[in-house]
């Protein structure tokens, strides 16, 4: 069979770069989403917990806070609730864990943690304007903020033990 | 009986007084401040608007042609006015707020591209690697008209040769198919020993 030349070399020039852009695709996690708001201030925010208290992130400065955006629909929320718990018991007295009310209604998140526990208060998010402010995509997403008020890390999905430990440790 | 008569006048009076002492108590109750459920509120570090405020079917188209120039974070390259979504509806009342507090468009979209990222913009701003988004096509379609263009040139100029030589060419076929059939009569005429006519 006859290869012609010329065709084959348009058709290479054509296809490579096609192949090389997908091929450097695959190289991306998507769940390793960079967020513009690493390394800026994190959007100040007093909302209610569902218990009724007020909790304002500007009066937490000194100490690093864990922003989590959660609901109990979703299943990596669960899959990640044990690695929370943990961490909250571990650094009670250092971090403030904060746990952000997703697209949720209150009577399944108190239900949710009778059952399984809390690993801290639960503030409700009415209308989603904290989750807009947050850019945030689906729950579950981790937000870490140091004891200066900048977001230092972002976790999109179930964040791991070994993540909060590493993160969290390095805020310390 | 004398005594009788006092006696139910000064507990009809006590009874009054004391239904007006209770009507102005539930009065003064109703005008203290009550204190209302904590107001949830959140910083968007938007600064001061810098447009006019919008309302009614104003407001309600500029909220549709912005929420249709921003990406459903959660949708498959749906925006936000096209979304059902809970998210976009949440992003929606945001859009909607924000104009109808006097935000302009570029400071709402600035807003939330400083959020989620360029990603929330449906249309990529035309600068940088984005370019290649603008430019691409425009190549791409050049390209395939110019293709066309010499191929249709090409095709035109054989057929006006094809037509001018057009028996030549018949005539040179025709002789070099019969050039082939002596070659091979002669061939077998020389193996078989058979004389040629």
């Known amino acids: ?172 | 009986m004398e005594h009788e008569q006092p006696s139910a006048r000064s507990t009809l009076s006590t009874a009054l007084l004391l239904g007006l002492l209770g009507l102005s108590a539930a009065v003064v109750a109703a005008a203290q401040p009550v204190p209302a459920p904590a107001e949830p509120t959140v910083e968007r570090g938007l600064g001061e608007p810098e447009g006019a405020a919008l309302s009614g079917e104003e407001l309600d188209e500029a909220t549709y042609e912005l929420s249709d120039r921003l990406r459903c974070p959660v949708c498959q390259g749906l925006s936000v006015a096209a979304s059902p979504s809970p998210s976009a509806l949440a992003m929606r009342e945001e859009i909607r707020e924000l104009l109808a507090a006097g935000y302009t468009d570029d400071q709402i979209v600035a807003y939330f591209e400083g959020a989620y990222g360029e990603f929330v913009r449906l249309v990529p701003k035309p600068e940088g690697f984005n370019l290649l988004v603008w430019i691409v096509p425009v190549i791409a379609v050049a390209s395939g008209l110019l293709w066309v263009l010499l191929q249709t040139r090409r095709g035109r100029r054989s057929r006006g040769r094809g037509d001018e030589s057009g028996e030549d060419s018949h005539q040179a076929a025709e002789d070099a198919e019969l050039a082939r059939y002596r070659e091979e009569i002669r061939r077998r005429a020389t193996r078989g020993g058979a004389g040629v006519p």
């Open chain 1, 1 to 172: 069979m006859r290869i012609n030349a010329r065709v084959l070399i348009i058709g290479l020039a054509v296809v490579l770069p096609l192949v090389a852009f997908l091929a450097a695709g695959f190289r991306f996690d998507p769940h390793e989403m960079s967020s513009p708001l690493v390394g800026k201030p994190a959007p100040s925010f007093r909302l209610q917990s569902l218990d009724g208290e007020v909790w304002e992130l500007e009066a937490l400065r000194g100490k690093p806070v864990v922003v989590n955006f959660w609901s109990t629909w979703c299943a990596p929320c669960i899959q990640e609730h044990p690695a929370l718990l943990g961490a909250s018991r571990h650094y009670a007295d250092s971090v403030q864990f904060l746990g952000v009310v997703y697209q949720d209604d209150t009577a399944a998140i108190a239900s949710f943690q009778q059952r399984h526990g809390s690993w801290g208060p639960s503030l409700l998010d009415p209308g989603g304007k904290t989750a807009i402010a947050y850019g945030v995509y689906g729950p579950p997403e981790t937000f870490f903020i140091g004891p200066d008020g900048v977001i230092v890390d972002k976790v999109i999905g179930a964040v791991s033990g070994g993540h909060l430990k590493r993160t969290l440790d390095g805020l310390l």
